[in-house]
């Protein structure tokens, strides 16, 4: 047995198991006759850094394998990086511009070399920092969503989607990039509220002079944000019920700025309360506008082209043309205030879409597309979900699932970008579309000898990547080869593990995929936990400077204290906020635990001699038997915030503050027993701590002379017949008596470390003084038989202390501070009782504020409760 260092310093052991578990990675067995436990990485993206999200997944992840690993599963962590489309092939063209070129200067084909080449430079950054943070993954697995395999798996989906009628090319609203010239999914867009105008524009009736004669306004009022779309405007839109327009319905008015006129129509999309009621329909530039426009038959003209700018067309009028969308508006408006149409504007909160790439506000533009209908797959899951075959945890977002299931929109599938999966569909001169073969899928179309009398084009687009990262689930196994032993054993997987802002966009995709294209559901749990945030409880992001390095957290405070936090906080799928005492109360553990397990190794070493378990040896059996079992339930519910504060709190507590203590004496001894004891019991508490605390807990596991390292040794087993209910009353008698004794000093200002001389009275006396060196040593007290003159009393859970007051303190002066300190308390109650019951304070102030006091009046509360009991007995 090794003899472990004065002082805990992660920094001296981190880096040697890291690398142990990355050169001699958790290798999974297909073969193996244990059940599987399987969890895939959700796949960072192969150009990122590890933020504070991507530690917290990923510890989460980690916990329940070394978990699951210990408790006898086949567990297999199964690694991976995402090709991030948009955000790799921006960097790399943003190389590019510093050397003067943009890809087409390259070509296609030199273009994604250097991507390539790029991704092989800086592709293993994230690898890195997540080996450093412990994780026990399957490296010889490690996957790609552009590996050979893998790429092969997103050819073979689409193909499959395209003979089924599921994938189509056709003409939709999407959202356009004007900085990286693509499409992007919703996730790619973040939506953020700006401060921006409101403009009330008249539109004349084509029959204005009839409408004067009969009394009528001769205009319809419409409310835009985006007055420089109206020359794409194709009709006016009201509600069928709304009365105030009825008798304008059929009737024509004129474009502002042109000579165009328009119909106005009748459809039930208006907002009656939005605006002033009537609604400019665009069809090429809003969603909603192009649905009506689809039930009207409406034209789609664009007037914004792709770089963002207003277009070189016969719409737009000339001052006009080639001006970038915004400076267009600032003219538009001009324009229509100098003509008398502009008849208000007004201050007005937006929520636009930016890039999340780019932070280029996008632009809804109607474009050809390939899309997949997304409906009959959705039912697919719902129906599963019915059947009770994926559980989501927390219960409260299966209901945010079923929603977006059920009102689920075609998704478009295609980017116009050259880093990523390329389409296979091919053109003939006249437009056909040709897609391989479903028998061979891998086959190119104008590699065909069937089409070799044809010239064929193939589509320059690429896959979203959610086409791809939508099949990670089994495509990383070994599909569409579904004979591959990886396949057979390790899907459907166990669980997945993320936050719940992808659920819609990344969880839901993998979930349809998952049920289309193999019948199964993905995994058996969807475990989604909340947002990292600041301290403030906003979001992190460069722009604010609010954001935190992991990696400084590791360096500060240790991965171990880093994990330890990660968990703590990841209770319930709320959002968490960033809290350095959680860090800190890692280290303080990690400390902790580390003089726990030097202290028992010094005394382990001593010449043992024979003897009988003690009644503190019997106690901590029993409550570590309790243990196991709480932190084993919590950890299958997947509540790892509970598991970690169980274990922490017997640890702390219990093992250390209270079972070390009392087993000094016999270990002094060399009771046989105790040590025995004491041994099991630090090792079941490394067991118990090791899926959390990885680096700490093997390297005090190897200094205890064991071979193999604790990741692959057995979880402890809960034993109902191991309670020992009678050890557990008396040494919880045991404690009782010492928490009184330390409460009576402190109320008689004395400090722990003072000498006292108490009295044991109650049912449970006779047993505390026959372990009275437990109370004598933890308290820093002495038992007598008896005490004279005054004396002060407290009691613990049905253990009677006392005290004497004489020759201990100057009773009249300490009875006058005891007044005094009753009237602060009253003063204290008083003023936050006062702020509770100020309906302005609780109105305004934060729910922590309110919260802490309302803490307030319970303490003092309480206090003051004693402190009369205390005067009382003086009186």
């Known amino acids: 047995m090794n003899e472990l260092p004065k002082s805990f310093e992660p920094q001296d052991i981190e880096p040697k198991w890291a690398r142990r578990w990355a050169e001699e990675p958790f290798r999974a067995d297909a073969t193996s006759a244990k059940p599987p436990f399987t969890i895939v990485i959700p796949p960072p993206n192969v150009n990122g850094s590890l933020h504070l999200g991507h530690a917290m997944d990923n510890t989460i992840i980690d916990t ?147 409408s004067a004669s009969n009394g009528e306004a001769g205009e319809i009022l419409i409310a835009t944000v985006r007055p420089e779309t109206i020359f794409a405007d194709q009709a006016i839109a009201v509600h069928p019920e709304d009365a105030r327009f009825a008798h304008l319905i059929g009737r024509l008015a004129r ?24 609604l400019k329909i665009t069809p090429a530039h809003d969603p909603t506008d192009f649905e009506i426009g689809e039930r009207h038959g409406l034209a789609r003209p664009s007037v914004i082209d792709l770089s963002g700018n207003l277009a070189i067309s016969e719409l737009v009028p000339a001052p006009f043309q080639g001006l970038e969308r915004f400076e267009a508006r600032k003219k538009v408006v001009a324009a229509l205030r100098d003509g008398g149409d502009l008849l208000e504007e007004k201050d007005h909160v937006t929520a636009i879409g930016l890039s999340e790439r780019t932070k280029v506000p996008v632009e809804p533009i109607l474009s050809t597309q390939w899309f997949v209908r997304m409906e009959g797959i959705a039912r697919e899951v719902l129906d599963g979900l019915e059947r009770g075959e994926m559980q989501i945890v927390p219960p409260r977002y299966e209901k945010v699932n079923r929603d977006w299931l059920e009102n689920i929109r075609d998704w478009n599938i295609s980017r116009q970008l050259w880093w990523g999966h390329q389409i296979p569909a091919w053109y003939d001169d006249e437009g056909n579309i040709y897609v391989p073969d479903p028998e061979n899928p891998d086959l190119d179309c104008d590699q065909d000898p069937r089409l070799a009398h044809l010239k064929l084009r193939r589509d320059p687009d690429v896959f979203d990547t959610w086409f791809s990262s939508n099949l990670w689930p089994f495509s990383t196994l070994g599909w569409p080869d579904t004979d591959s032993e990886d396949y057979r054993k390790f899907y459907p997987t166990s669980v997945l593990v993320t936050g719940y802002d992808i659920l819609f966009f990344w969880v839901a995709r993998m979930q349809m995929a998952g049920y289309h294209m193999t019948g199964q559901a993905p995994f058996h749990t969807v475990l989604l936990h909340g947002l990292y945030l600041d301290a403030k409880g906003q979001k992190m992001s460069k722009s604010k400077g609010n954001g ?222 026959e372990n009275r060196f437990v109370v004598e040593s933890i308290a820093r007290v002495g038992l007598v038989d008896a005490l004279s003159g005054q004396t002060l009393s407290a009691v613990d859970s049905g253990v009677t202390v006392v005290a004497p007051l004489e020759g201990t303190v100057d009773l009249a002066e300490w009875t006058a501070r005891q007044r005094k300190r009753l009237a602060e308390l009253d003063k204290q109650i008083q003023q936050a009782t006062g702020k509770l019951s100020n309906e302005g304070f609780v109105a305004r102030a934060p729910a922590e504020v309110i919260e802490e006091e309302r803490r307030r009046v319970a303490d003092f509360g309480a206090q003051k409760a004693r402190l009369e009991v205390v005067l009382a007995q003086l009186a």
Request: net charge negative; aromatic share 10%; hydrophobic share 40%.
């Open 255 to 278: 474009i502002p700025l042109t000579e165009r006129f328009i119909p106005i129509i009748a459809d039930e999309a208006v907002e009656r309360e939005f605006g002033v009621g009537a």
């Open 548 to 769: 935190v390095d992991p990696l400084e957290l590791f360096d500060q405070y240790g991965v171990d204290a880093c994990r330890f936090a990660f968990a703590y906080l990841s209770t319930g799928g709320q959002d968490i906020k960033h809290d350095p005492r959680r860090y800190e109360q890692g280290r303080n553990f990690a400390n902790k635990l580390w003089n726990a397990a030097r202290f028992a190794m010094l005394n382990l070493q001593t010449e043992a001699r024979a003897g009988e378990a003690t009644l503190a040896d019997r106690w901590i059996r029993s409550r570590f038997n309790d243990t196991v079992r709480e932190v084993s339930a919590h950890l299958d519910a997947f509540d790892l915030g509970a598991a970690i504060r169980a274990a922490y709190s017997f640890t702390w507590d219990e093992f250390c503050d209270w079972y070390i203590e009392a087993a000094k004496p016999a270990l002094r001894d060399g009771n046989t027993a105790t040590r025995e004891t004491l041994t099991s019991v630090l090792e079941g508490i490394l067991k118990l701590l090791h899926p959390v605390m990885p680096f700490i807990t093997s390297e005090i596991y190897a200094n205890l002379d064991h071979k193999r390292q604790i990741a692959v040794h057995s979880w402890p087993r809960y034993d109902a017949a191991a309670f020992d209910a009678e050890a557990t009353a008396a040494f919880d008698a045991l404690r009782s008596a010492t928490s009184a004794a330390r409460s009576l000093k402190s109320e008689l200002g004395l400090s722990p470390q003072d000498r006292l001389e108490i009295v044991v009275e109650g049912e449970a006396a006779d047993m505390v003084r």
């Open 64 to 210: 329940l394998i070394r978990y699951k690993r210990m408790a006898g599963f086949e567990a297999l962590y199964l690694p991976g990086t995402d090709h991030a489309g948009i955000t790799t092939q921006v960097a790399v063209e943003r190389e590019l511009k510093k050397e003067g070129k943009a890809r087409h200067d390259l070509g296609r084909d030199a273009f994604l070399e250097r991507v390539w080449a790029w991704k092989s430079d800086v592709g293993g950054t994230i690898t890195g920092q997540l080996k450093r943070l412990g994780i026990s993954a399957d490296w010889t697995r490690e996957r790609f969503t552009m590996d050979e395999g893998l790429s092969r798996a997103v050819r073979a989906q689409f193909v499959r989607l395209y003979h089924e009628g599921l994938a189509y090319r056709g003409e939709r609203i999407v959202n356009w990039d004007p900085a990286s010239q693509t499409t992007l999914s919703e996730l790619e867009v973040d939506r953020e509220e700006r401060k921006g105008k409101m403009y009330t524009l008249s539109y004349k009736l084509q029959d204005s002079a009839l």
